[in-house]
Nanobody, 124 residues
Framework: QVQLVESGGGLVQSGSSLRLSCAASGFSSGSSAIGWFRQAPGKEREGVSC????????YYLDSVKGRFTIFRDNAKNTVYLQMNSLKPEDTAIYYC?????????????????WGQGTQVTVSS
């Protein structure tokens, strides 16, 4: 049974940093990609970042480029999202999700397993 567990969210001030973790279990570590998505109140879920487990290729939402970094620890089966220079507009629930493909996607319909989410709140 596939399980994704996020952690690391919290309440921080603008300009601060947070590191989110996504611990994955219950699936073959072969062809897959892990994505981070976020959803703010009243807004649609959007793809923030993704990393391919197979090739290590990455994707970033334009508004987080240069501030967020996605990386993985395959030995721990964990994907991290390092978020620096946080802004109030980054406030959202952040979810990680699994895509059974070697390539990344920013479309949440391409992912078939989701974590429960972790709240990130950035105060101004």
């Amino acid at each position: 049974q596939v399980q994704l567990v996020e952690s690391g969210g919290g309440l921080v001030q603008s300009g601060s940093s947070l590191r989110l973790s996504c611990a994955a279990s219950g699936f073959s570590s072969g062809s897959s990609a892990i994505g981070w998505f976020r959803q703010a109140p009243g807004k649609e879920r959007e793809g923030v970042s993704c990393i391919s487990r197979t090739f290590g290729t990455r994707y970033y939402l334009d508004s987080v480029k240069g501030r967020f970094t996605i990386f993985r620890d395959n030995a721990k089966n964990t994907v991290y999202l390092q978020m620096n220079s946080l802004k109030p507009e980054d406030t959202a629930i952040y979810y990680c999700a699994l895509r059974p493909s070697i390539s990344c996607s920013s479309d949440n319909r391409d992912y078939n397993h989701w974590g429960q989410g972790t709240q990130v709140t950035v105060s101004s």
